[in-house]
């Protein structure tokens, strides 16, 4: 019978103590800035690695292969 | 750079879907959610005409403003993103927005709606570039590839065009040229005007005494 209680009272201890294992969400909330995690340009990425005239170069090259009258003439 | 824009040519869309697809296909949209659609005015009439429709990254975008969470962020690229880590699925923003582009998918129990997903600009999310939680959330990020928009790069007839809006623009126009003059007319780019606010004259007009409305037909003066 007391081992019983005793594991009854340690189940409603861990019960009790299961919520502050939970990370918070958002850890600063400022009313109306974003409050989500950070975003990294996209010159940052590996085929870049920082170089954001060689991203815009590559863009714009791109760009350009959306225009058929430069393409076909 | 300017910013990230779609144009989309109501004269030459021909209703393929091949937006669509390539964007579904590319990031594994979930079944139920567009991220693009093509929308058909006076479908089966002559003269009708298809429009490419998804996030329009706008300027001032109504979603952002609405957001009780705080959820979007706007890139240095004008690209509209969101945290769907913040995201509580309250729809608020698929009623503010103009161009319904905001999708839920209804995957749970009794119809609830899950996170908001929408078009990205093909440029992920804030998550590691590349990284797969950021494809199981918001898909490939082809901008950090030095790509545009799968939807814009593969449409066949490139009615839909992506990019920086300078560029675009100045493919648009090189266009609407050409269709001049061959004696077709042309209007200004579908969206546009909601989207990035109408065209700003190059000298702000001074202000004059407003003009007297002309008289109803049939009325005395």
Known sequence: ?73 | MARMKFLCDAERCIECNGCVTACKQEHDVPWGVNRRRVVTINDGVPGERSISVACMHCSDAPCMAVCPVDCFYRTEEGVVLHDKDLCIGCGYCFYACPFGAPQFPQTGAFGVRGKMDKCTFCAGGPEPDGSPQEFAKYGRNRLSEGKLPACAEMCSTKALLGGDGDVISEIYRNRVTMRAARGSISGPPWGWDSAYGGPQPASAPTPGPAPAPAPAPGSKS
């Open chain 1, 1 to 73: 019978m007391t081992r019983a209680m005793t594991i009854a009272v340690a189940a409603c201890l861990m019960l009790a103590v299961a919520a502050c294992s939970e990370r918070p969400q958002v850890v600063q909330y400022k009313q109306g800035t974003y409050s989500g995690k950070p975003d990294t340009p996209p010159y940052q990425s590996a085929p870049y690695n920082g170089d954001k005239a060689a991203w815009e170069r590559a863009m714009a090259t791109r760009a350009q292969a959306q225009n058929e009258y430069k393409r076909t003439n």
